[in-house]
T-cell receptor, first 112, second 114 residues
Framework: QQQVKQSPQSLIVQKGGISIINCAYE??????FPWYQQFPGKGPALLIA?????SEKKEGRFTISFNKSAKQFSLHIMDSQPGDSATYFC???????????FGTGTQLKVEL | NAGVTQTPKFRVLKTGQSMTLLCAQD?????MYWYRQDPGMGLRLIHY???????AKGEVPDGYNVSRLKKQNFLLGLESAAPSQTSVYFC?????????????FGPGTRLTVT
């Protein structure tokens, strides 16, 4: 049972373009939605996160858009750079234990 | 600070063998977690701990055991390894309960069971 559905599985974007990764969830008890970035051979690292009481959060070139009624959230990477090439995971947290449920990941490649 | 470290980095086991993966963190975090990462399946929580001496099951706990005898260490054990346990294992830690706390991940252990 995949509680957090992520798409697309892979994405190729030209340098300077916009990368968009989407996630959807079912459980309305989720209360925190982080995105993690993972480079090959490394552990994931927190990129940006949002709480469900706001609709958008921006940090530099990275923006999370959150639609509570649709139970969807997305990551936008503006002016995508080759250094952004990595795997991106959305996640959702449900209350106690700070446990995260991860999406299946999106492998992003930014081409010159 | 070293952050979260994992030992070993790589391991090959034969079916039926046992092993223990060690996770250590030097950030005085209360919570620690073990995940496995498989292609197309993201990261799945195996077990977690909300403090020294406590452990709890995650999403995929079967075939694994854990212990948290010291706050800074979280051990993951495989008593009788199976090929289905071939995966990359990540340990993570976070500071405190209640808040929206970042999980800090280690570099991973790549385990192959033949």
């Amino acid at each position: 049972q995949q509680q957090v559905k992520q798409s697309p599985q892979s994405l190729i974007v030209q340098k300077g373009g916009i990368s968009i990764i989407n996630c959807a969830y079912e459980n309305t008890a989720f209360d925190y939605f982080p995105w993690y970035q993972q480079f090959p051979g490394k552990g994931p690292a927190l990129l940006i996160a949002i709480r469900p009481d706001v609709s958008e959060k921006k940090e530099g070139r990275f923006t999370i858009s959150f639609n509570k009624s649709a139970k969807q959230f997305s990551l936008h990477i503006m002016d995508s750079q080759p250094g952004d090439s990595a795997t991106y995971f959305c996640a959702a947290r449900k209350g106690g234990g700070n446990k995260l449920t991860f999406g299946t990941g999106t492998q992003l490649k930014v081409e010159l | 600070n070293a952050g979260v470290t994992q030992t070993p980095k790589f391991r090959v086991l034969k079916t039926g063998q046992s092993m223990t993966l060690l996770c250590a963190q030097d950030m005085n975090h209360e919570y620690m977690y073990w995940y496995r990462q498989d292609p197309g399946m993201g990261l799945r929580l195996i077990h977690y701990s909300v403090g020294e001496g406590t452990t709890a099951k995650g999403e995929v706990p079967d075939g694994y055991n854990v212990s948290r005898l010291k706050k800074q260490n979280f051990l993951l054990g495989l008593e009788s390894a199976a090929p289905s346990q071939t995966s990359v294992y990540f340990c993570a830690s976070s500071y405190s309960p209640g808040g929206f706390d970042e999980q800090y991940f280690g570099p991973g252990t790549r385990l192959t069971v033949t």
